[in-house]
């Protein structure tokens, strides 16, 4: 079926070092992608989006990288801080109706000082 | 602007009683939803509405109903809640059209426990 997963659970980064957060998708007639930022007790947070007609985003430190041929998204986090600590989400536009959205299960990124 | 909104933050049930969860957005947009999110998990559709008395099922719709009868407010009812329901409930919003995009806006969650 369709789903979109990541690759580790839990990723741990030093303070100011760059981080890679990883997503997996199936259906390769996915055509919208999204990652989220949720902080404990909080709702999620859109970070940045992607279209499938494209390969890469840019944001304020935050770069999305979509490889259509291997079903991959990364979502890179420039000078990691304290503050980017969270659970990270890629979601996609899910089957269910109306483009309501399906999540992957997400990526603790832990930052270390 | 206070976005999205929900109400209650927390709430207990025991097995069988009912409640209704409120959301709320003032951003006018089109199309909301409600999902739910259990440990360790990403977020699952319950139901969504495209507008204003409309209404639909989304991935896991058994247990819960749904009203849109303001075009700001959703609201997600358990007629009779059961343990299998304990979860963080997590209302959003979106415009549409929005040019090919899907940003959702989320509320801050209610945590659900059934007893």
């Known amino acids: 079926g369709e789903s979109v997963g990541l690759h580790l659970p839990t990723l741990s980064v030093q303070e100011g070092d760059n981080s890679i957060i990883n997503c997996a998708y199936s259906n390769s007639a996915s055509d919208y992608f999204i990652w989220y930022k949720q902080e404990s007790g909080k709702g999620p947070q859109f970070i940045i989006d992607i279209r499938s007609n494209m390969d890469k985003r840019q944001g304020q430190r935050v770069t999305v990288l979509l490889n259509k041929t291997v079903k991959h998204l990364s979502l890179q986090i420039a000078a990691t801080q304290p503050g980017d600590s969270a659970v990270y989400f890629c979601?996609?536009?899910?089957?269910?109706?109306?483009?309501?959205?399906?999540f992957g299960k997400g990526t603790h990124l832990i930052i270390q000082p | 602007n206070a976005g999205v909104t929900q109400t209650p933050k927390f709430r207990v049930l025991k097995t069988g009683q009912s409640m209704t969860l409120l959301c709320a957005q003032d951003?006018?947009?089109?199309?909301m939803y409600w999902y739910r999110q259990d440990p360790g998990m990403g977020l699952r559709l319950i139901h969504y509405?495209?507008?204003?008395?409309?209404?639909a099922k989304g991935e896991v719709p058994d247990g819960y109903n749904v009203s849109r009868l303001k075009k700001q407010n959703f609201l997600l009812g358990l007629e009779s809640a059961a343990p299998s329901q304990t979860s963080v409930y997590f209302c959003?919003?979106?415009?549409?059209?929005?040019?090919?995009?899907?940003?959702?806006?989320f509320g801050p969650g209610t945590r659900l426990t059934v007893l």
């Open positions: 509405s495209v507008g204003e008395g409309t209404t």
């Open positions: 979601a996609e536009n899910g089957g269910g109706g109306a483009d309501g959205l399906t």
């Open positions: 959003a919003s979106r415009r549409y059209p929005d040019r090919g995009r899907n940003t959702q806006y």
């Open positions: 951003m006018n947009h089109e199309y």
